[in-house]
């Protein structure tokens, strides 16, 4: 059995995944206080301005690794989103309820209206955080130039994050987002991708086809997919529908402009 399709079977049985984190776990504390003892006897032999007690230890385990690991989806998007808003230069950007790491860099460099269902107390430069729905957004028809909304649509409707119970909740906000986007504008929309499916109340996962028939006043200027695994290597441009279908939890980057 190959590494990724290991990997991908343990993801199916959460209590195999369970019990293989536990013996895991506790073999790296039984490291951590290995080290602690090598380490106070070191600190005694030499010089410190603070000496080692096991009362205010801190372990963290698992960092150990041969390489920096991170999550593919959160990293990868914001970087894809930020390059295309380095290229268009909009003088304002509005956002809805994308990660707060992407709103807070790109706003050193473009004003960013940052709106989400539950607002966020983040004060910067160049940065305001409002309340809003995104089933009903407060822009006028055709009114936002540039406009993003990553990783938010799929949750819509599921109840997740305190917002009502509707299987259509998807549909509806991008066509909210659809509406408000200016002629000459563009959306930066981001969703999980691959084999449709909803995994309720986390989110859906939809194919790339499903996406721009729900955004068919739109044109579609790129497409990216992100694949899930360290295995499916960088992000791919323009990846056709064959390549997202082999995806169980692919992230799939659009950029949308409204024809002028």
Not at 98 to 110: I, Q, R
């Amino acid at each position: 059995m190959s590494r990724s399709s290991f990997k991908k079977l343990v993801k199916r049985l959460p209590l195999a995944r369970l019990l293989f984190g536990g013996v895991k776990r506790a073999h790296l504390y039984v490291e951590f206080i290995s080290d602690f003892l090598r380490f106070r006897n070191l600190a005694k032999r030499n010089v410190t301005f603070m000496p080692p007690t096991w009362r205010q230890r801190y372990p963290c385990l698992g960092d150990r690794t041969l390489a920096t690991n991170f999550d593919r989806h959160y990293i990868y998007h914001p970087a894809w989103a930020a390059r295309i808003l380095a290229q268009i230069g909009p003088e304002l950007h509005i956002d809805i309820s994308s990660s707060l790491h992407f709103v807070s860099l790109v706003s050193a460099f473009v004003p960013v209206k940052f709106y989400d269902y539950r607002p966020a107390d983040l004060r910067l430069s160049n940065l305001t955080c409002e309340k809003a729905d995104l089933l009903a957004l407060p822009f006028e028809d055709q009114s936002v130039h540039s406009l993003s909304c990553m990783h938010v649509v799929e949750h819509v409707g599921l109840g997740r994050y305190g917002d009502s119970l509707d299987p259509d909740g998807d549909v509806k906000a991008m066509r909210e987002l659809q509406r408000v986007l200016a002629l000459g504008g563009s959306l930066l929309f981001v969703v999980p991708v691959g084999r449709p499916c909803i995994r309720f109340n986390a989110h859906r996962i939809y194919s790339s086809d499903q996406i721009s028939r729900c955004f068919s006043e739109l044109r579609l200027e790129e497409f990216t997919l992100i694949p899930e695994l360290a295995e499916g290597g960088p992000p791919i441009r323009d990846a056709g529908d064959d390549r997202v279908e082999q995806e169980d939890y692919g992230c799939g980057c659009f950029w949308f402009k409204k024809p002028a």
